[in-house]
């Protein structure tokens, strides 16, 4: 665990680092492009806390372990934290290059929904305990990631605001190398660090539901 979080600390200092001081300003948008450092790296560290929500959910229904259902959680938890920095990152880049923190583009539309999505497996979560609560929340964690493909090709399909895709193009990345290596750095950093939360709660989701036993037992 220590050496998870060590590891994703210095990669975000070094990825931070090579980002703001080292990495060339873009022509057009200037200094507020350097947002795309933390808002990519977000986006993907969220898209790979909903793949495993989806897969650890339709693996609880599959063989009701409960197992399953602590992973789902914490990685849903964790996936409404870095959709947050998502939406937060881009409003921050949005002002100083749209004039606005927000507007209902269709990227920006898509993205909020899926928060709200996952904000509401959460409160099934907490308000409905239990195994039927599990269950429900684990349908709405299989069928919230529908809105991902929705979210990329929006883009691409749709007249939008939003920058077409810089990285994930099929003929190859748009920008150079000095943008990439930082920008590989923090995603890497972003997705050890989603590792090591990820682990912290699923031990004290273990640990809870170890406690609940000792008290229901000892009732």
Do not use: K
């Given at each position: 665990?220590?050496?998870?979080?060590?590891?994703?600390?210095?990669?975000?200092?070094?990825?931070?680092?090579?980002?703001?001081?080292?990495?060339?300003?873009?022509?057009?948008?200037?200094?507020?492009?350097?947002?795309?450092?933390?808002?990519?790296?977000?986006?993907?560290?969220?898209?790979?806390?909903?793949?495993?929500?989806?897969?650890?959910?339709?693996?609880?229904?599959?063989r009701r372990d409960p197992r399953w259902d602590r992973l789902a959680l914490a990685a849903a938890e964790l996936?409404?934290?870095?959709?947050?920095?998502?939406?937060?990152?881009?409003?921050?880049?949005?002002?100083?290059?749209?004039?606005?923190?927000?507007?209902?583009?269709?990227?920006?539309?898509?993205?909020?929904?899926?928060?709200?999505?996952?904000?509401?497996?959460?409160?099934?979560?907490?308000?409905?305990?239990?195994?039927?609560?599990?269950?429900?929340?684990?349908?709405?964690?299989?069928?919230?990631?529908?809105?991902?493909?929705?979210?990329?090709?929006?883009?691409?399909?749709?007249?939008?605001?939003?920058?077409?895709?810089?990285?994930?193009?099929?003929?190859?990345?748009?920008?150079?190398?000095?943008?990439?290596?930082?920008?590989?750095?923090?995603?890497?950093?972003?997705?050890?660090?989603?590792?090591?939360?990820?682990?912290?709660?699923?031990?004290?989701?273990?640990?809870?539901?170890?406690?609940?036993?000792?008290?229901?037992?000892?009732?």
């Amino acid at each position: 665990m220590r050496l998870l979080l060590t590891l994703s600390l210095a990669l975000m200092l070094t990825g931070l680092t090579w980002a703001l001081a080292l990495a060339p300003t873009e022509a057009i948008q200037g200094p507020p492009q350097r947002i795309m450092y933390l808002h990519v790296p977000a986006v993907i560290t969220a898209y790979a806390a909903l793949a495993v929500v989806c897969v650890a959910s339709l693996l609880f229904l599959w063989r009701r372990d409960p197992r399953w259902d602590r992973l789902a959680l914490a990685a849903a938890e964790l996936a409404v934290l870095f959709i947050t920095m998502t939406l937060v990152t881009g409003a921050l880049w949005g002002r100083p290059v749209w004039g606005t923190w927000w507007t209902w583009d269709a990227r920006l539309t898509t993205t909020l929904i899926l928060w709200f999505i996952y904000v509401g497996y959460l409160v099934v979560r907490a308000w409905a305990p239990g195994e039927r609560g599990a269950r429900a929340a684990a349908v709405i964690g299989v069928i919230g990631i529908l809105d991902v493909p929705l979210i990329h090709w929006s883009v691409i399909l749709l007249r939008t605001l939003h920058p077409q895709p810089t990285v994930f193009r099929p003929e190859g990345p748009a920008l150079p190398v000095s943008m990439l290596i930082p920008l590989a750095i923090n995603a890497a950093a972003f997705l050890t660090l989603f590792l090591t939360l990820l682990t912290l709660r699923v031990r004290q989701e273990r640990t809870l539901a170890r406690l609940v036993e000792i008290l229901e037992g000892g009732a």
